[in-house]
């Protein structure tokens, strides 16, 4: 059975820098690597997403320009690369995953992955 485990998170000031870390604890076929949020009150939200075998990306109007998400392969790893961090990033970040194709113009949309990790706090402070 797939897990997906991030680590990374943490409580840094505004304007710091943070890179989330998502590993699965075994290797499996999938098509598309998400990252979303969800604040205290709040709905979850798309952060950025990118498909598995080749370089497209996608992001959130709120992130793009300074969060980065890749991946590595080899090490069976997604990452999201946050830079210039505001209070309004405060969430809990979970790592997702779809195992079946889905077409890339709805990789934003949470419905499509079926797999998820357990998150991981992130909380900027001024």
């Known amino acids: 059975q797939v897990h997906l485990v991030e680590t990374g998170g943490g409580l840094v000031q505004a304007g710091d820098s943070l890179r989330l870390s998502c590993t699965a604890s075994?290797?499996?076929?999938?098509?598309?690597m998400g990252w979303f949020r969800q604040a205290q009150g709040k709905e979850r939200e798309f952060v950025a997403s990118?498909?598995?075998?080749?370089?497209?990306?996608f992001y959130a109007d709120s992130t793009e320009g300074r969060f980065t998400i890749y991946k590595d392969r080899d090490k069976n790893a997604v990452y999201l690369h946050m830079i210039g961090l505001k209070l309004e990033d405060t969430a809990m970040y979970y790592c997702?995953?779809?195992?079946?194709?889905?077409?890339?113009?709805?990789?934003?949309?949470?419905?499509?992955?079926?797999?998820w990790g357990q998150g991981t706090q992130v909380t900027v402070s001024s």
């Open positions: 075994v290797p499996f076929t999938r098509s598309a």
């Open positions: 990118t498909r598995w075998t080749v370089g497209t990306t």
């Open positions: 997702a995953a779809s195992d079946r194709y889905v077409a890339p113009s709805r990789y934003r949309d949470s419905a499509i992955y079926n797999k």
